[in-house]
């Protein structure tokens, strides 16, 4: 079974500049999740879709906005990138919804960087 | 607010040994805690949850111990091998019913010595 995949893996833009990042779930999964990775801040919720809809949001800027789709695949967009924006994006996905799990399964991460 | 964190962040071990990971969380957490472990160029993985009406819970050569007085958790890892050498992660889920809303501490870097 193919796991969590993120496009790009890596990707250079420069401030101001938008930026789109893929993510698709473990096949069966219909709950996906965006996680913000850097040094100083560590792990942080961006968003958690299940069936195309915003189940919860973190407290992140609304240049920040994500969407998915109706084969569970889904879309983060970051508008007028800043420096800060520099991290790696992880997406995880999940085959349940409405009871706790932990049990997350992660992809590799798209890496930005921003100059 | 929610908050979870780590005590050191960074644990080295020789190998074989018992590696003990510690972490906090504030009143207002969730009664649900999860481990990951995340490697160099990769995402995170869980490794073991547990439920706040449990102290203990086992997996594969690993433990996890909750106590609910002090509000601490901690992972145990049994004979630890090179392949443990990872950044542990304790993880919070903070709403009721949720599934992809977790919040993470800081992380703890394990270093296993030869």
């Known amino acids: 079974k193919a796991g969590v995949t993120q496009t790009p893996r890596y990707l250079i833009k420069t401030r101001g500049q938008q930026v789109t990042l893929s993510c698709s779930p473990i096949s069966g999964h219909r709950s996906v999740s965006w996680y913000q990775q850097t040094p100083g801040q560590g792990l942080q919720f961006l968003f958690e879709?299940?069936?195309?809809?915003?189940?919860n949001k973190g407290n992140f800027p609304g240049r920040f906005s994500g969407r998915q789709f109706s084969n569970s695949r889904s879309e983060m967009n970051v508008s007028t990138l800043e420096l800060g924006d520099s991290a790696l994006y992880l997406c995880a996905s999940s085959s349940r919804v409405g009871v706790p799990t932990g049990e997350l399964f992660f992809g590799e991460g798209s890496r930005l960087t921003v100059l | 607010g929610e908050s979870v964190g780590l005590h050191l962040p960074t644990l080295s071990v020789q190998e074989g040994d018992n590696s003990i990971i510690n972490c906090a969380y504030s009143?207002?957490?969730?009664?649900?805690f999860i481990w990951y472990k995340q490697e160099s160029g990769k995402g995170p993985q869980f490794i073991i949850d547990i439920r706040s009406n449990m102290d203990k819970r086992q997996g594969q050569r690993v433990t996890v111990l909750l106590n609910k007085t002090v509000k601490h958790l901690s992972l145990q890892i049994a004979a630890t091998q090179p392949g443990d050498s990872a950044v542990y992660f304790c993880?919070?889920?903070?709403?009721?019913?949720?599934?992809?809303?977790?919040?993470f501490g800081q992380g703890t870097t394990l270093q296993v010595k030869p």
């Open positions: 009143n207002s957490a969730s009664d649900y």
């Open positions: 993880a919070g889920n903070p709403l009721p019913g949720n599934t992809g809303k977790l919040i």
């Open positions: 879709y299940f069936s195309e809809t915003q189940r």
